[in-house]
């Protein structure tokens, strides 16, 4: 875990890195996003002080798009993909099985902070339908019964 | 000046105005719910269309929007005007079912909640203008409430649904807000809005309890005035 201290440096660098631009404000909330796996309340607050954004305004940005966080994720994000290929292939069977398994619903991280599980739309391979995509790794045309094996490499 | 016809008459008024402001000029009424004098427009409601033929093409346009332009031709009763502005209005009850404003309203328009859109229950009062967010922001200068989420999941509140830290108490989101959504409750040395209770200032002369003690820290922040000035209120001054 990081401490409150380090978590400050971090989000000044990346304000940083973007020379402070006001306009570049989604992609300093992806990077404070794949420093800390989600955006921390602490980190919104801090990003409005040093960049003289209101808060409001930073939240409306978090909270519009999907792909930003603001519940603490686990250490693998696993992304059952439900658009129309893999739902018509059986993703939601995967993600019964997903759900079993881990003893969490989607959109829930387990207590052991390890995987958080994720509905996504389209991930854009539809010919490897059903897929799943686990931290970053794709894998295609999965099946339920390959769902024990493939959590336990991670 | 530009000169055009609305509903039949030869109107003529300044370049760069809107059409709702010409029509009220010359006595048209046309319904509004998030147009307000201190808030530039936007078009959120979408009560206030219009019809407007230029050149070959009519089309429907919100009229707190639409720039005068010459020789336009702008029909506010038309039934296709009509039309539109009931269904706006029915989707708008089936939102807010509670809210007596938007009743009063669609009586007075003559048209009836439309049976097959089922009616929310989650979303009190508000119709997303965002008049309350654009007041605090533009006009106060606080920018303590904003709009959060997406499609049904929209919903006006402080950062994070908590207490607003930035809040200053000043009430101005619930005197603007046109559905009556936004409530602050007032005793005489209290008042609560946005989950936070504030202490209110009596007045140094008369001794009537007349703002919030955090507004005037603030307005005595931005504009360099002493806090003693301010502590007067506005009849003894």
Redesign the interface.
């Known amino acids: 875990m990081k401490t409150a201290k380090a978590k400050k440096i971090t989000v000044k660098d990346i304000i940083k890195k973007y020379g402070g631009d006001k306009t570049a404000m989604i992609a300093i909330l992806q990077d404070v996003q794949e420093e800390f796996r989600y955006l921390p309340?602490a980190a919104?607050s801090s990003i409005s002080k040093q960049m003289e954004v209101?808060?409001?305004?930073?939240?409306?940005i978090a909270?519009?798009y999907n792909a930003f966080s603001?519940k603490q994720r686990g250490k693998n994000l696993i992304e059952v993909c439900a658009g129309t290929a893999c739902h018509v292939q059986g993703a939601a069977r995967l993600m019964d099985r997903m759900e079993r398994d881990l003893a969490i619903k989607c959109g829930e991280t387990t207590k052991d902070k390890m995987f958080s599980l994720e509905e996504v739309r389209c991930l854009g391979c539809c010919s490897l339908a059903p897929v799943v995509r686990i931290s970053g790794n794709i894998h295609p045309n999965l099946t339920q019964d390959e769902v024990p094996k493939i959590l336990k490499n991670y | 000046m530009v000169s055009f016809i609305i509903d039949g008459k030869k109107v003529e008024a300044e370049a760069g105005a809107n059409v709702l402001q010409v029509a009220r000029k010359y006595g048209i009424v046309i319904p509004t719910l998030c147009c307000h004098e201190s808030v530039a427009p936007s078009g959120a409601c979408r009560l206030c269309v219009v019809e407007v033929k230029k050149g070959k093409r009519t089309r429907i346009v919100t009229s707190c929007l639409y720039p005068v332009d010459e020789g336009i031709v702008v029909e506010t009763k038309t039934d296709r005007v009509l039309n539109v502005r009931r269904l706006v209005m029915q989707l708008l009850m089936a939102r807010c079912p509670e809210s007596e404003v938007l009743k009063d309203m669609a009586k007075e328009m003559g048209i009836e909640p439309q049976p097959a859109f089922h009616p929310d229950t989650d979303k009190g009062k508000c119709v997303l203008c965002r008049l309350c967010v654009k007041a605090c922001e533009d006009v106060v200068g606080a920018s303590a409430i904003g709009l959060s989420g997406r499609g049904k999941n929209k919903k006006v509140g402080a950062p994070f649904m908590e207490d607003s830290k930035t809040c200053i108490g000043c009430g101005a989101c619930a005197y603007i807000c046109p559905t009556e959504h936004i409530i602050m409750e007032s005793t005489d040395s209290k008042r609560k809005i946005w989950g936070r209770t504030f202490k209110m200032q009596p007045c140094d002369k008369c001794g009537r309890y007349f703002a919030p003690v955090d507004q005037l820290k603030f307005i005595s922040d931005k504009t360099g005035t002493p806090m003693t000035e301010l502590a007067v209120c506005m009849s003894c001054k």
Do not use: S
Not at chain 1, 54 to 60: F, Q
């Open positions: 309340k919104l209101p808060l409001t305004r930073i939240y409306e909270t519009f603001l």
